[in-house]
């Protein structure tokens, strides 16, 4: 059963970091690009960043560039997503995804 389990989300100050982590099983972790997508309250799910299945692409949405920063640990089956400089419309529920499947999602809350 694949499952994925996100952790690391919290309350931070405008212009704080956090970092996110997504522990996988069930499948086979380094065959797999991975994504992470976030929901703003009363918004759908919108894509944040994409990394294929060896680390070496990454693509990030406008709204996060050069501010986030995905990586993966494929020995430990493990994807992250450092958030630097953080804003208050950074604030939404963090899921990883592979495919269709995601997890139940970490909350970053961006606020002074």
């Known amino acids: 059963e694949v499952q994925l389990v996100e952790s690391g989300g919290g309350l931070v100050r405008p212009g704080g970091s956090l970092r996110l982590s997504c522990a996988a099983s069930?499948?086979?972790?380094?065959?797999?690009?991975m994504t992470w997508v976030r929901q703003a309250p009363r918004k759908g799910l919108e894509w944040v960043s994409t990394i294929n299945s060896d680390g070496g692409s990454k693509n990030y949405a406008d709204s996060v560039k050069g501010r986030f920063f995905i990586s993966r640990d494929n020995a430990r089956n493990t994807l992250y997503l450092q958030m630097n400089s953080l804003k208050p419309e950074d604030t939404a529920v963090y899921y990883c995804?592979?495919?269709?499947?995601r997890g139940q999602g970490t909350q970053v809350t961006v606020s002074s």
């Open positions: 995804k592979q495919g269709p499947r």
């Open positions: 069930g499948f086979t972790f380094s065959n797999y690009a």
